[in-house]
């Protein structure tokens, strides 16, 4: 069970837009003993592969993060863009003509696809800080 809060941060969303979605009916919640709202982790998890599953994509990759580029870094033959998909950065490297072939730039709008053969999956408390990674 998830509190609107958590539900919000794993999402990438505000917790107002969570709220929304269960005032509209389009998120299940239950009330605890407190009479706090709280998503079931199996409903939260149907109500994010449901878009995904509404529009399949004509690829076999399945990972795919919407964000906006926040960097490219172009020389003669390679580039390095990254993308704020949400709470996730993304850095892709890619040709120097790939990226002039689909004008990316800086403020542009672009899909991250992810196909791994390796992805490596950890487990985590909601509202827990990632292991391994220290702010400075």
């Known amino acids: 069970m998830f509190r609107i809060g958590e539900a919000a941060e794993l999402l990438g969303v505000s917790a107002d837009t969570v709220r929304r979605w269960i005032d509209a009916g389009r998120l299940g919640a239950t009330r605890d003993e407190n009479g706090h709202r709280m998503i079931d982790g199996v409903d939260l998890a149907a109500f994010v592969r449901a878009p995904a599953e509404d529009h399949p994509e004509l690829s076999s990759a399945r990972n795919r993060l919407r964000g906006i580029v926040t960097a490219v870094v172009k020389d003669t033959v390679m580039a390095q863009v990254d993308i704020q998909a949400g709470p996730f950065r993304v850095v892709s490297l890619m040709s120097r003509e790939a990226v002039d072939d689909l004008d990316l730039q800086v403020g542009s709008v ?27």
Request: aromatic content about 0%; cysteine-free.
């Open 110 to 136: 672009a899909v991250a696809v992810i196909k791994s053969t390796t992805v490596v999956v950890e487990r985590s408390t909601p509202g827990a800080a990632p292991k391994g990674r220290t702010s400075s």
